[in-house]
């Protein structure tokens, strides 16, 4: 870890960075993004949160293109190998992102949504503004309920200088340190992996800037994601919705207020479970996201 530590912002990521590294890379108007697309079938696209970049989705990634499913996960804006736009990053940012790299890889076809965390204000936002375009929506331990209750920490960091003093000494060393910390049942071996590959982002300057950016702009904006859920709820679109009953990062409280708001989901929870167990218990997490999957297959052409 110290070595890692060491290494923290130390790059700045251009061109010749993203040739070093691993995954495909393309220009969308709102910035360059890195991206992975594989399989064949039904399209579906995986949303990763607030920091972890897209190898969260390591594992329903692969399961999904065994399972005959063409498969496109991609690095938000300002995280993992994605570039470090200068703006404010609202779910209308990451939304604009979600819709430039969809038009792109699947323009006349429709596709299942599936998103973690912050993704869950981005697909969100995505779905409001574009109705009918994805045809499913899968949420794990969302972000964006009206009853969430901020940490002293994200309270501290809202705070316009002290949070910018903050995040600029300690914030990309605090998300490096922590970035495995629900992980509750995978081997060491995995824990070690998940780190490492987290690492590779935080090497690269801004990280701390964006990431601060969207704790504001997203994260904390409750009121707008609720009413953006609101909207979905009223399209009558197949939902899914998984938490961990031990999600110490999105606890499982939100649940209630997230079943007001969207009557017409199905609900799961996995005992014993963190914020992360996409990745933490893939096989578990797979063995409810494909039947439901399954149960709303997708037409070409709708």
């Known amino acids: 870890m110290k070595e890692l530590l060491k290494q923290r912002n130390t790059l700045k990521l251009t061109d010749e960075e993203r040739k070093k590294q691993k995954g495909s890379f393309i220009d969308l108007p709102c910035g360059n993004t890195r991206y992975e697309l594989k399989g064949e079938g039904e399209a579906c696209v995986l949303v990763h ?12 990634f692969d399961c999904l293109v065994r ?3 063409r498969v496109l996960r991609y690095d ?18 990451f939304a604009k992102q979600l819709t430039e790299i969809t038009d792109r890889f699947f323009p006349d076809e429709p596709f299942h949504l599936i998103a973690t965390s912050m993704g869950g204000s981005v697909t969100t936002a995505f779905c409001a503004a574009h109705p009918g375009r ?10 964006g309920m009206d009853n969430f209750e901020p940490p002293f920490w994200m309270k501290l960091c809202a705070s316009p200088v002290l949070g910018d ?20 049942v995978c081997p060491q071996e995995e824990r070690d992996y998940y780190t490492r590959e987290f690492a590779v982002s935080v090497r690269y300057k801004g990280l701390e800037r964006c990431t ?4 504001r702009n997203t994260i904390l904006k409750t009121n707008k994601t609720t009413e953006n859920y609101k909207k979905v709820a009223a399209q009558e679109l197949p939902m899914l919705v998984v938490w961990g009953d031990n999600d110490k990062t999105m606890p499982i409280y939100q649940m209630p207020r997230m079943q007001e708001v969207c009557p017409n989901a199905a609900y799961r929870t996995f005992e014993g479970s963190g914020h992360t167990f996409l990745f933490d218990e893939g096989e ?3 063995a409810v996201v494909l039947p439901f999957l399954k149960k709303h297959p997708l037409t070409k052409g709708e």
Not at 76 to 93: A, I, M, N, Q, W
């Open 134 to 143: 994805a045809k499913t929506l899968t949420l794990l331990a969302p972000a």
């Open 212 to 215: 601060l950016s969207s704790l």
């Open 284 to 286: 578990r997490t797979m």
């Open 49 to 60: 949160g607030y920091a972890t970049p897209y190898h969260l989705y390591d594992k329903i």
């Open 165 to 184: 003093l903050l995040f600029s000494i300690i914030g990309s060393k605090v998300l490096l340190k922590r970035c495995a910390g629900e992980l509750c």
């Open 67 to 69: 399972e005959g499913y």
């Open 76 to 93: 938000l804006l300002g995280r993992g190998l994605s570039e470090r736009v200068k703006t404010d990053y609202t779910p209308e940012l």
